[in-house]
């Protein structure tokens, strides 16, 4: 492992030198943002098509990524590979004190609170440290969903999931009333709500949502073969004649998962 490891330094190493290849000596950091997010994205698709040779090639892209952000920062003299691996290692076990030292955690929730407090501890020389410390680029669901989480570590959170319910409620009400200047923000407020009723359900949002824009793609697509198999043009059928067939792919849908399960 040691050997594979050095060999892709040395790899990351002459590709940026002055031999190396044009492409890669050009970038830097933020030509390089793109790249880490697809590559990400790419990792999250191998896992949903649970591929083993899949996930082991999009892993092994997305590590790339992080050798050549630390070997740009290298050549700059800010820091190394050594100093990534270094600052990961003390952070994990500083923040798992129940595994490497004397304290205790019975659950996952107790586990999060602990990081969350060592996490706020280790920034506490700073002027103002913040509870709501999130990265405000991460998709909007996953954004929502983490700041809430972050919320009720602390104890600011419903008490059962009669509140999120009552306050989807309340957010669509105030949708329906809102003056037009007013719909994207009352919208966004029911979409958040809708993040805090699944996250009481223990649902990820991001997941779920994804998991219902592939459902609909997937009887879009029988819609489209039905049209087609039909020979006329989609302008020929109004929509409720489409609406029969995205129902056909509906109900053709459950009845082979009923049969699967």
């Known amino acids: ?13 002459k590709l940026r030198g002055e031999d190396g290849c044009p492409w890669d000596k050009e970038q830097d950091h933020q030509s ?26 999009e892993l092994g892209d997305l590590l790339l990524q992080v050798v050549f952000h630390a070997q740009i920062a290298g050549e700059e003299g800010r820091f190394s590979i050594e100093d ?26 107790e586990v999060l609170s602990q990081w969350e407090k060592i996490k706020s501890q280790e920034k506490k020389s700073e002027e103002k440290p913040k509870i709501m410390r999130v990265n405000s680029n991460l998709p909007a669901l996953i954004f929502a969903q983490k700041v809430q989480e972050k919320a ?9 999931i009669k509140g999120p319910w009552a306050k989807l409620s309340e957010e669509i ?9 007013q719909r994207q923000e009352e919208l966004g407020d029911v979409f958040f ?24 793609i997937r009887r879009f697509d029988e819609v489209e073969r039905q049209v087609q ?33």
């Open 193 to 216: 709500a809708l993040v805090n009723l699944g996250r009481f359900w223990h649902l990820d949002s991001e997941e779920t949502l994804r998991l219902a824009v592939k459902k609909f």
């Open 32 to 57: 390089l943002k793109r790249y880490l997010l697809e590559e990400s994205y790419e990792v999250i698709e191998a896992i949903d098509n649970d591929s083993d040779s899949q996930l082991c090639d």
């Open 152 to 160: 009720s570590r602390v104890g600011f959170d419903w008490p059962d």
């Open 173 to 181: 009400e105030e949708l329906q009333a809102a003056a037009e200047e």
């Open 84 to 109: 990534v691996l270094r600052g990961l290692n003390q952070k994990m076990i500083r923040r798992h004190p129940h595994v490497f030292g004397e304290g205790k955690a019975s659950d996952s929730a």
């Open 229 to 261: 198999k039909t020979g006329r043009d989609w302008q020929d059928f109004d929509l409720a004649g489409l609406d029969e067939f995205y129902n056909q792919a509906k109900s053709s849908e459950r009845a082979k998962q009923k049969q699967s399960g």
């Open 1 to 13: 492992m040691n050997e594979e490891w050095q060999k892709l330094l040395d790899i990351m190493t």
